[in-house]
């Protein structure tokens, strides 16, 4: 079983550019928030800072990711990417914890209204995640990776924040000291959005790691593409799990009963060449033959009854 080195090259190279445009926008934000008397700003700096760790680990999970199988590791290497992603997600959501603790306490001492600058790189920032979002989320489509699709939503989820940031400085900006906890009430959203984001992060690549089915309509075209291949009778079942950015297929087929072993064997394997022919998602398939009318089960997932 060996990874398709392109797709995982084309993910590289996305991802090295997010990592260097997060890491400009970090600076970026870090030193205007710094300078301009924004904690939100700065804030949402830190929060780019996770995306640039992110990024990082993404480039190692891929690298790490489209290593061939071994002895060792007979499916690949495809999970160091999700686990990493895991790790990353988990110091995300302390991470934003952190802000919303410090944004409390600062309520109590609201700051000065921020300069002028903070709002320019704040409305900046924001066009920059949107290019971001948007080339990210078309990329991680056309090479299938949930990775890169939930660090496209991450970006999305940015916007947000960084428009939580713009609206607390501009109603300091225009209101005065009046408004001076805006800047905190900024920063307390900005740290629940990194909660919420990793929440889901985590609690997405932990189902993929406790071997999730694959989505329904990856199951349904491997049905559809079996059951119209000349000599198959029907499928049985059809279970998988996730690996990085391929899915692992276990496909139970139904065949005549009276059909030789040898044609048969030769059958599943041309079935199996055809589905992974036509679905460069799936990397491996494991064909398990049944006679027609003795299956265990129609529902894909359900093991069904056990022999004796």
Same mark, same amino acid.
């Not at 080195?5 to 995982?8: F, K, Q, R, V, W």
């Not at 890491?23 to 600076?27: A, G, M, N, T, V």
């Not at 030193?31 to 700065?42: E, P």
């Not at 990353?88 to 959501?93: A, E, M």
């Given at each position: 079983?060996? =990874?398709n080195?392109?797709?995982?090259g084309t993910a590289?190279r996305?991802t090295l550019?997010i990592?260097?445009?997060n890491?400009?926008? #970090?600076?970026a934000?870090l030193?205007?928030? %710094? ?8 804030a ?5 800072l996770?995306?640039?760790g &992110?990024?990082a680990t993404?480039?190692?999970g ?9 002895a060792?590791? =007979?499916?690949g290497h495809?999970?160091?990417e999700q686990?990493?992603?895991?790790l ?6 302390v991470?934003?914890?952190?802000i919303i603790w410090e944004? &409390?306490?600062r309520?109590?001492? =609201?700051?000065? +209204?921020p300069a002028?600058? &903070?709002?320019v790189?704040?409305?900046l ?5 949107f290019?971001m979002?948007v080339?990210l989320?078309r990329?991680?489509?056309r ?10 939503l991450?970006h999305k ?6 428009? #939580? ?7 300091? %900006?225009?209101?005065g =000291?009046?408004w ?5 009430y900024a920063t307390?959203?900005?740290g ?10 985590i609690?997405?690549?932990s189902?993929e790691?406790?071997d999730?089915i694959?989505?329904p ?6 049905r559809?593409l079996? &059951?119209?291949y000349?000599?198959i009778?029907?499928?049985d ?7 990085g950015i ?7 087929l139904e065949?005549d009963p009276e059909? +030789?072993?040898l044609?048969?064997?030769?059958l599943?394997h041309?079935?199996?060449? %055809?589905i992974?022919a036509t679905?460069?998602?799936v990397?491996?398939i494991v064909?398990h033959l049944?006679p027609?009318?003795?299956?265990t089960s129609?529902?894909?997932g359900d +093991?069904?009854?056990?022999? +004796?």
């Open positions: 079983m060996t =990874p080195t392109h797709e995982y590289l996305a550019v990592l260097l445009l890491l400009s926008l #970090c600076i934000k030193l205007t928030g %710094w300078l301009g008397h924004s904690f939100a700003l700065i949402d700096g830190i929060n780019n996770t995306d640039v &992110v990024s993404l480039l190692l891929f690298r790490l990711a489209r290593k061939p199988a071994d060792q590791h =007979p499916y495809g999970r160091i686990e990493l992603s895991r990353v997600s988990i110091f995300v959501l991470t934003g914890g952190g944004a &409390v306490k309520l109590e001492s =609201p700051g000065q +209204p002028g600058a &903070v709002l790189v704040a409305f920032s924001i066009g920059v995640k290019s979002f080339g989320q990329v991680a489509r090479i299938r990776s949930g990775a890169l699709a939930a660090d496209a991450n989820s940015d916007m947000a924040a960084t428009t #939580c940031v713009l609206v607390g400085a501009g109603a300091m %900006w225009l209101g =000291p009046a001076g906890a805006a800047d905190s307390i959203a900005v629940l959005l990194m909660v919420t984001a990793a929440g889901r992060e609690y997405s690549v189902s790691l406790l999730q694959p989505p309509e990856v199951v349904e075209n491997i559809r079996a &059951v119209g000349p000599g009778h029907g499928v079942r059809i279970t998988g799990r996730k690996s391929y899915y692992l297929i276990d496909l139970h065949v059909m +030789p072993v044609q048969a064997h030769y599943g041309q079935v199996k060449d %055809w992974m679905m460069p998602e990397v491996d064909v049944e027609e009318g003795q299956a129609s529902q894909a +093991p069904g009854p056990m022999d +004796p």
